[in-house]
């Protein structure tokens, strides 16, 4: 099974704290995603990477930045914590869609992220 | 822009009924789409993933249908049990080369004893 694995399940950061989000997965997947979820306003899409050391910047990306050295991993950065960031952070990733079959998303567990 | 609409925002059933989830999209080119289940506090996990040249999946109880042409998939589950309780998100991927997905806000599924 494809295994999205997200550093944190909880964390509570001071406001203009650097921060730090891990994103591991085991299958290989081209791209990788970070999402936001807020109650009434659904997924967000923060960043995107296609490739190692390559990143689009998705729906709302200010505030945040993002950073992909190997394949299987991918950080968000906060650079300086703010309550507005407070979150649910989602982590997914896929594979390449050219030329293959199947595009399916898989999901990490989420990071509960309390900016107090 | 491509927008996924869920409708009902809830649902409240007695176990056991059959059910129907909606989801709606305003671009049909889309190369693919896909229902997840999220419980409360958790990621979300992946149901069913219908390619566009489809026109439906099934995986146990579940049974995914997609209209391309009119922009709409159901999600059917039969002989819901308290266990189904979970919010349901539809995420339309618009392109073979697209990053993206595009998700509805989901309908929350309380399925009672």
């Known amino acids: 099974d494809v295994k999205v694995t997200q550093s944190s399940r909880y964390l509570v950061k001071r406001t203009g704290e650097k921060v730090f989000l891990e994103c591991v997965q085991d299958m290989d997947h081209e791209n990788m995603f970070w999402y936001r979820q807020d109650p009434g306003l659904g997924l967000r899409l923060i960043y995107f990477s296609y490739d190692v050391k390559m990143k689009e910047k998705g729906d709302i990306p200010e505030g945040y930045s993002v950073s992909r050295e190997k394949k299987e991993r991918f950080s968000l950065i906060l650079e300086s914590a703010s309550t507005n960031q407070t979150s649910m952070y989602l982590c997914?990733?896929?594979?390449?869609?050219?030329?293959?079959?199947?595009?399916?998303?898989?999901f990490g567990q989420g990071t509960r992220l309390t900016v107090v | 822009k491509q927008e996924v609409t869920q409708i009902p925002a809830a649902l409240s059933v007695p176990e056991g009924e059959n059910l129907v989830l909606n989801c709606s999209f305003t671009?049909?080119?889309?190369?693919?789409l896909q229902w997840f289940r999220q419980d409360p506090g958790k990621g979300l996990t992946s149901l069913l993933l219908?390619?566009?040249?489809?026109r439906e999946q099934t995986s146990g109880r579940l049974n995914a249908s997609l209209d391309k042409s009119s922009g709409r998939s159901t999600l059917y589950i039969a002989a819901s049990q308290p266990g189904d309780s979970a919010t349901y998100l539809c995420a339309v991927n618009s392109g073979a080369g697209s990053y993206q997905l595009t998700f509805g806000k989901g309908t929350k599924l309380s399925v009672i004893p």
């Open positions: 997914a990733s896929s594979p390449d869609g050219w030329g293959k079959r199947s595009t399916e998303a898989f």
């Open positions: 219908i390619q566009s040249s489809q």
């Open positions: 671009d049909s080119a889309i190369y693919n």
